[in-house]
């Protein structure tokens, strides 16, 4: 019973996991193991000696299962160190590049300018981009056969109604649902069947109107002076061009002075030192009519101008389709700029 005492203490102590320690225990103290099978023969003992033995087996048994105690937590946390160093976490390597989105610079444009007009105190109107021909056309006193009208300009759909070829159909919902004074800015996708490097199918436009009494083409180019300046900078060559849109009149064009060259003339002003940023001019009175506002009591002026070309001026980009392609190297130069 000594020796096997032993043997099992030598096992326990060689035990390289928890298995192997069950295993020796079922072996050595399990109702079919070895000291058991000593036991089951102390029948043919004299009591003296029964006592002596039953005595000794079970202090062996206690000695084994404090060992077998001993050993399973010492077993124990080798595993847990075994664990915790295969899953330690080098927290010096490099994290792996979290790319952080940015606003795209047609939309930081339109914000921009945006909020250049609310400081004027506009505030903002919206209109849908599938519009009636009534408010994108007849309402702006654009006649059935002006060639904007075109299938080869506007896409028409299968209802009849279309994609809005400009933001201007949001003047006619404004003025007809609101009364003068009225000072709004529309910014919004428009829809065009155009396509070149200047020219894009879907582009974004800001539509600018302002209604009360006594509106003067001074205060449209008034205005407009403060905004061009707020976006070029205090230099910038500002020219009104006469010029004709069916819902204005007098209406025109503004130029700025080349934003490349600086007026002396290149390949982007196309030699002139202008380019041409904006359309403007005094509300006709048959708009006013269309929308029953009173053209011998109310003016006003409306200017649409377009936001890929602003942002093409101000970044220098020589090409709109850059600017809807998303090619992540293109657009990250952009992030942060306003
Ligand atoms: C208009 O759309 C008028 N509604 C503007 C207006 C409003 C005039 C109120 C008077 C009063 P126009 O077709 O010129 O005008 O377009 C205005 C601007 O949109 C242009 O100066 C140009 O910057 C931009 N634009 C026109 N077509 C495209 C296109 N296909 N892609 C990108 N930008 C365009």
Redesign the pocket.
């Known amino acids: 019973m000594k020796s096997l005492g032993e043997e099992a203490k030598a096992l326990i102590q060689k035990a390289t996991d928890l298995k192997q320690l069950n295993d020796i225990r079922v072996a050595f103290l399990g109702k079919k193991g070895k000291l058991k099978n000593i036991l089951k023969t102390l029948g043919k003992l004299s009591p003296e000696e029964r006592k002596e033995i039953g005595q000794l087996a079970n202090k062996i048994k206690e000695e084994l299962e404090e060992l077998l105690k001993s050993q399973e937590t010492t077993l124990k946390q080798k595993a847990l160190e075994e664990e915790l160093r295969k899953e330690k976490i080098d927290i010096t390597l490099p994290a792996s590049w979290i790319d952080i989105g940015s606003s795209h610079p047609v939309i930081s444009t339109l914000i921009g300018i945006s909020e250049i007009f609310i400081s004027m105190g506009f505030s903002v109107a919206e209109g849908p981009e599938v519009e009636k021909e009534e408010y994108n056309f007849d309402m702006l006193n654009i006649p059935k056969d002006h060639p904007a009208r075109d299938m080869q300009d506007t896409f028409f759909l299968n209802n009849g109604d279309i994609l809005r070829?400009?933001?201007?159909p949001v003047?006619v919902r404004t003025m007809l649902t609101r009364k003068p004074p009225i000072a709004i800015i529309a910014p919004g996708r428009v829809y065009?069947k155009?396509a070149d490097p200047?020219?894009?199918?879907m582009?974004h436009?800001i539509?600018g109107l302002l209604v009360d009494e006594n509106v003067t083409f001074r205060d449209l180019k008034g205005i407009l002076k403060i905004f061009l300046e707020s976006v070029f900078g205090k230099d910038v060559g500002i020219r009104f061009r006469p010029s004709y849109?069916p819902?204005?009149e007098p209406?025109a064009e503004v130029d700025i002075s080349c934003t490349v060259c600086g007026g002396k003339g290149c390949r982007v002003c196309k030699g002139t030192g202008w380019l041409?940023?904006?359309?403007?001019?005094m509300v006709d009175p048959n708009v006013f009519k269309a929308v029953n506002i009173d053209p011998d009591k109310y003016s006003g002026f409306?200017?649409?101008?377009?936001i890929?070309?602003i942002a093409m001026l101000k970044y220098r980009i020589t090409d709109?389709r850059l600017l809807f392609e998303n090619n992540m190297r293109f657009n990250h130069q952009f992030k942060g700029i306003r």
Do not use: K
């Not at 070829?165 to 201007?168: E, L, P, R, V």
């Open positions: 070829t400009h933001t201007s003047q065009r155009d200047t020219h894009s199918p582009f436009q539509e849109f819902f204005t209406s041409e940023i904006l359309g403007c001019g409306a200017f649409g101008l377009g890929e070309r709109i």
